[in-house]
């Protein structure tokens, strides 16, 4: 079944060409792939699919309900969920504040009541404060809980990075890069993370990596862009040796 249905997107950037006339379906409980050489096209689409950017021209559903024009806010509460190839996190806050605050959404009091804070208003903080804590242990941070994210190693924190977007509760959960800038040991762990999450969670993963034996290992599907055109797609086993994806890793 289409969870999301990408149909004819282009985005320009002034006389810049960033998409052209892509068109993808994400299948709902697999993990589709994004893959493609720097300069691809292929956060410019995240971007697209998670309200920071607006098509130029084409259209976006998301079981379907329209979303080409939708902001960032309607998208996650919708469930589509983003985890950032740069840190979007606080760094002085502790991984559990970090985690709570992504909640913000589900806190449906209003002020009197939170001033109150009883009834309604401390159950539902304890609804939220488990489905966190539930988080914290999936993504195995019970260790880190307590401490400021700046003083986390970078693997650590692109793990934090993920619990935050998965504290959101998607459907559908964006992965920009989760595994730059990783050892292979930190790189080992978040392919597990990503399996456990589409298989426990039971959450469509929509993965932008670099690393194609990764890739290669985990995808159900991959799409190949390359200077915003879709040069490819299918199985990993098709993908690899499509020619033109080849040419454009590689060369003739």
Known sequence: MELLTISDISLSFGGLKALSKVDMEIQSGLITSIIGPNGAGKTSLLNCISGFYHPTSGEIHYNGRRLTHSSPHQVSKMGIARAFQNLELFSGMTVLDNLL???????????????????????????????????????????????????????????????????????ILLLDEPMAGMNIEEKEDMVRFVMDIRKERNITVVLVEHDLGVVMDISDHIYVLDFGELIGYGQPEEVAVNPKVIEAYIGE
């Open 101 to 171: 605050l992504a909640r913000h959404q589900n806190l449906r009091y209003n002020f009197f009541q939170a001033i109150i804070y009883a009834g309604k208003t401390s159950r539902v903080e304890a609804e939220n404060r488990n489905y966190v804590e539930n988080v914290i242990d999936f993504m195995e941070l019970e260790p880190f809980r307590k401490k400021p994210v700046g003083s986390l190693s970078y693997g650590i924190q692109k793990r934090v990075e993920v619990a935050r977007a998965l504290t959101l509760a998607p459907q």
